[in-house]
Structure formats: C-alpha cells, structure tokens
C-alpha cells in the first residue's frame, strides 16, 4: 500500500486563473484532510509554453507509517 498520494490541478491560463486554481488546491486540501489525510506539499507551476498553470499536492494516506 502506498504511503503517499500526489493530487494534480491543471487549469488554462486565463486572467485570475490562479486565483481560481488556488481555490481549489485549498477545498481539495481540505476535503482530502476531513478524510483523515495529512498535507506534505503543495506546489503551484506554470507551463508557459502550453498556457496552463497547476497544482502538484502531495499528501500522506490515513493509517499509514
């Protein structure tokens, strides 16, 4: 069983676009956390040369060691 498990947000680049996507990093961080799961990063990237931004959360399983 794996420990960790990585979530990711992709959305276009658009004005207020990341105002957009960090909303929901924040609702998935927080669903995912009444799961019982526990947040170990949260990254943001842009891909300039595709016109999307996102969002890389990688958080750690419940019941896991």
Do not use: C, W
Not at 5 to 25: D, T
Not at 48 to 62: H, L, R
């Amino acid at each position: 069983m794996k420990a960790v498990e990585i979530f990711l947000i992709k959305k276009s680049f658009r004005p207020n676009s990341s105002e957009v996507i960090r909303q929901e990093a924040e609702d998935l961080i927080n669903e995912k956390h009444y799961q019982g799961y526990r947040l170990i990063n949260a990254d943001f990237d842009v891909a300039d040369n595709a016109g999307y931004i996102y969002a890389y959360i990688t958080m750690k399983k419940p019941n896991t060691y």
